[in-house]
């Protein structure tokens, strides 16, 4: 009598366990974008800093960044495991087959793009998510004239900084926060960084192109009615202009700000 393997470790399932993650990932791409464009705002970091502040203390977004954080590690982890698996059961290389031509580049190198992307994470938290959460990262308290919007700003020293407080006199607002924003610029004058960033950026391009679809033909939702839309937003919103996004942002500080 044949015993069928448990839904998860199955191939069909650890495919499965890819996609929701990835789908998952992709929805965190489109907030993160979404956010981080304050970082182009002209107030000197005042909206940026008080987002991520609320990004990280609001305690929804933080039972959700868990959710994020462990939806990354799966998704390598598995994705590793798929690789290594294809590799055992297909000893010969794609080029000696035929069939490589009629295979996208990016649909046979999806363990390579990943590779840059988990180096660009793990650069990306070091440079910024642990340095914040570490205190690591300078201090600044913005003066916001209610009336007018006006927002002036002066940086603190350690011992002149506790903790976020927004303050109200006056028709003066005033907020202590720790500075990410001028962590950005600092990390950004990097041109090595620069690079790195831009080059992820081209990786998480094609990553996504080949992985939006993908991921929903392996839970079914590939119906010749949506398959149109779905390679439509895959290409063009996470191939092209999200990627793009992100790219701006090292851009902008190295060239720009």
Avoid at 14 to 43: E, P, W, Y
Avoid at 145 to 163: C, K, P, V, W, Y
Avoid at 196 to 206: G, R
Wanted: aromatic fraction near 16%; glycine fraction near 6%; charged fraction near 15%.
């Amino acid at each position: 009598m044949s015993k069928s393997k448990p839904i998860l470790t199955s191939s069909l399932g650890r495919k499965l366990v890819m996609s929701l993650t990835g789908l998952f990932l992709c929805s965190f791409l489109v907030i993160h974008l979404i956010g981080n464009f304050q970082l182009f705002a002209n107030d000197e970091g005042y909206a940026f800093n008080n987002y991520a502040y609320f990004m990280t203390h609001f305690a929804p977004i933080k039972v959700v960044s868990y959710l994020l954080y462990a939806s990354i590690v799966i998704h390598a982890v598995y994705a590793l495991i798929l690789t290594i698996q294809n590799k055992k059961a297909r000893p010969v290389q794609y080029n000696q087959y035929d069939g490589k031509s009629n295979s996208a580049w990016n649909s046979r190198n999806m363990g390579i793009l990943g590779t840059v992307l988990l180096v660009f994470i793990a650069t990306h938290m070091q440079n910024f998510w642990w340095k914040y959460h570490n205190d690591q990262v300078p201090y600044i308290e913005y003066t916001k004239d209610l009336n007018t919007g006006t927002i002036t700003s002066r940086e603190l020293s350690a011992s002149e900084f506790t903790d976020y407080l927004v303050t109200t006199d006056n028709g003066q607002e005033v907020t202590k926060a720790r500075d990410l924003y001028k962590q950005v610029d600092f990390t950004f004058q990097n041109v090595g960084l620069v690079i790195l960033y831009v080059v992820a950026m081209f990786a998480l391009a094609f990553h996504l192109i080949h992985g939006f679809q993908s991921a929903f033909q392996t839970v079914g939702f590939n119906h010749r009615r949506y398959i149109g839309i779905i390679r439509f937003i895959g290409v063009w919103v996470f191939g092209v202009l999200i990627p793009i996004g992100f790219a701006a942002m090292p851009l902008y500080f190295y060239f720009i700000k």
